[in-house]
């Protein structure tokens, strides 16, 4: 097998595990299209979703503070569909005891997997954003989600929005992991490409009745392809709430040595494997079949390879920030990247030796205060 092919597969293998919670969702829409339920099929979805949810979380596949990011994409979906269902963009012709405005409390799930779909991908995939602007990036999201909801009332500005979207973006790259290898890819290409899969989830949704456009209900017919391109914009908000969390919990900038400007190419790979885990495993005192799993040795009897050197744990290691980190193990194996190294290493391990110096100069002036107390 290649390593185009090998790196394909484990690719997909990694977006089947980013999208586990919507292969759920649709596994219960199939499902209670065909079985006979005791309840309303709305409510039973209802349920189905919840316990959906309380089984990822105990088998540890969604972390607490995920699990609560994906309710806030739950509340936003909802007030969305309470505002869209009313001014008949499409309905869910079933009953329930948990609809309200013709909304069933269900589908505020639908958009719960999309969130679950991006910040399982942000970890799986170990997601880092290059030249990302927060604030133009936010408000125009912002903006987004205004003109889906305003555009009953006024004019539909998507057009100037993905145009505005496009600026908003331009230069900005995502470095994703593959494997033990760094990839990068225009932010605004991988929205597009979301955008795309969604609009063929919502074909597959709509088939199985999750809910139903105006032109579905004589009997079910494509999504119009216009809707690939709302997705698309749609799916920005997402990545925006998503990011501002990753932002707070330091995942989220990568900065470049210079300075990014204008597209970046569509697909680039860059050369040197990266973990984030090489420092958990020290820390742990992982064997060496974990490590191996890990990427951070060879096969078993084997010397360790240049890659598992350079992602291998080092003194000082627990001082660097996951952005030095990166830097050291992606850059050293780019052009020019051995002077980056140099800059990045000398300043990470200098501050961090002064803090040492720090550490030490006031534990040994604790010590000198209580001799000095214990002679008086």
Request: proline fraction near 5%; charge should be positive.
């Amino acid at each position: 097998m290649t390593f185009s092919a090998a790196q394909l597969i484990r690719f997909a293998c990694a977006e089947a595990r980013s999208c586990r919670f919507a292969v759920a969702m649709f596994a219960g829409l199939a499902a209670s299209s065909v079985l006979p339920l005791p309840i309303p099929r709305y409510d039973a979805l209802l349920v189905y979703a919840v316990a959906v949810t309380v089984i990822f979380r105990a088998l540890r596949w969604e972390s607490t503070q995920e699990t609560v990011v994906i309710a806030g994409f739950h509340l936003i979906g909802l007030a969305f569909e309470l505002i869209k269902v009313r001014f008949g963009s499409w309905s869910y012709p079933g009953d329930a005891f948990t609809k309200f405005g013709g909304v069933p409390l269900y589908s505020g799930f639908l958009y719960a997997a999309v969130g679950s779909y991006i910040c399982a991908a942000w970890r799986i995939f170990a997601l880092r954003l290059v030249a990302y602007r927060t604030r133009p990036v936010t408000l125009v999201a912002l903006a987004i989600y205004a003109n889906f909801v305003t555009q009953h009332w006024w004019i539909d500005l998507r057009i100037p929005l993905a145009l505005a979207l496009v600026l908003a973006t331009w230069g900005t790259v995502v470095h994703f992991t593959v494997g033990e290898h760094r990839y990068q890819m225009p932010l605004a290409q991988s929205l597009v490409l979301i955008g795309f899969f969604l609009w063929v989830a919502e074909n597959i949704a709509t088939y199985l009745g999750a809910w139903q456009y105006p032109h579905q209900r004589g009997a079910w017919q494509l999504v119009h392809p216009a809707k690939f391109g709302a997705w698309a914009l749609l799916v920005s908000v997402t990545f925006v709430m998503v990011a501002c969390w990753q932002g707070r919990r330091g995942r989220l900038h990568l900065r470049p040595p210079g300075r990014t400007r204008g597209w970046a190419l569509p697909l680039r790979r860059l050369d040197g494997p990266f973990s984030f885990d090489r420092r958990a495993d020290a820390a742990t005192g992982a064997s060496p079949a974990r490590a191996r799993a890990n990427g951070h040795m060879g096969p078993a009897g084997s010397r360790p390879s240049a890659e598992a050197l350079d992602a291998a744990p080092r003194p000082g290691d627990e001082e660097l920030s996951d952005q030095a980190l990166l830097w050291r193990s992606v850059a050293g194996r780019a052009p020019g990247g051995h002077h980056l190294l140099q800059r990045v290493g000398f300043r990470a391990h200098l501050g961090a030796g002064v803090a040492r110096l720090c550490r030490l100069g006031g534990r040994r002036g604790e010590r000198h205060s209580r001799e000095g107390g214990d002679r008086g």
